[in-house]
């Protein structure tokens, strides 16, 4: 079959080989243009790009499509039979979403009509959902609205993370868009009944409020592991909250004694147990920024903590550094 892919990130690089791994002739990668980054902000491709070039396929990086005219042509001009989508990053105008005699196949994070939208991953983990899944949809001008074609599941447990989650489910996305163009099995309009919304994430939610519940902070923990990260303040130190796991505790130590039990971001103990809007938390694993991610005792070995302490405080924004994933 003669297809066109368009996706940028890593979830998108499994079902880029698989589709070429098959046999399909893929005519063209549609991909976001390389872009600065890292510390020396050197130009670098996004991983389709790289996956692309190793392959042999050729590589499209428009800015824009909605107002590129020529950039639509050139898309009808492939003759597609059909075109597979993978977190892209640009919306596609109507005159490319006919374009392929097959249409636009998108392969979507989540069980729609379940977390449309941008962050599906996080919104699942974040909500406490059980299962999340794959879902292969026809593209339509709506976010994510499009008629689905097929569907797998799979299961979040208390010790799935973002990081995890992502790579169960770009496992998935290649073998079953596979099923999905060998079978072209007929299309179910969505329910709008249990539609729900993931919007785009930004660093600005990667600050832990320590007046939420203790296992609303914990979800929140692993969803935003790797991106954007959960961070706190300890003293005017930015600290990287990257494991934390439930604890049961009577209140604060404090000279000896056990004291009432204290405010959000307290830190209960010698174990870096901190207390929160109701229960509490145990950090496990910190990063300090521009040092490595340790486990907490060893952190402790190296800086005091003692009960008492409050974390979190305001932080100016662009105070925290790139998170990165936890090894």
Known sequence: ??????????????????LHDSGHNIAAVYCQPPKPAGR????????????????????????????????QEDFAALDLDAAVVAAYGLILPQAMLD???RGCLNIHASLLPRWR????????????????????MQVDAGLDTG??????????????????????LAAIGGPLILRALAENPPAVPQPDEGATYAPKLSRDDARIDWSAPADAIERRVRAFNPWPGTYTLLGDAVLKVLAVAPAEVAGPVIGGTVTPWAGPGTV??????VACGSGALRLT??????RAAVAADAFLRGRCVPAGVILGGPVERGATSEPQRAG
């Open 117 to 136: 939208g941008a962050a599906p991953i996080q919104a699942a983990i974040l909500a406490g959902d059980t299962e999340t899944g794959i879902t292969i």
């Open 1 to 18: 079959m003669r297809l066109a892919f368009l996706g940028s990130p890593d979830f998108a690089v499994p079902a880029l080989r698989a």
């Open 99 to 101: 374009a392929p005699r």
């Open 147 to 168: 008629p689905m074609l097929l569907r797998e599941s799979v299961p979040i447990t208390p010790a799935t993370s973002a990081a995890s989650l992502h790579d169960a």
């Open 268 to 273: 209960l103990d010698d174990r870096l147990t």
């Open 285 to 290: 694993r910190v990063q300090l920024a521009g």
């Open 40 to 71: 020396g902000q050197s130009v670098r491709r996004c991983p389709v790009h790289v996956a692309a070039d190793a392959l042999g396929l050729p590589v499209r990086t428009p800015r824009r499509l909605r107002t590129d005219a020529a950039a």
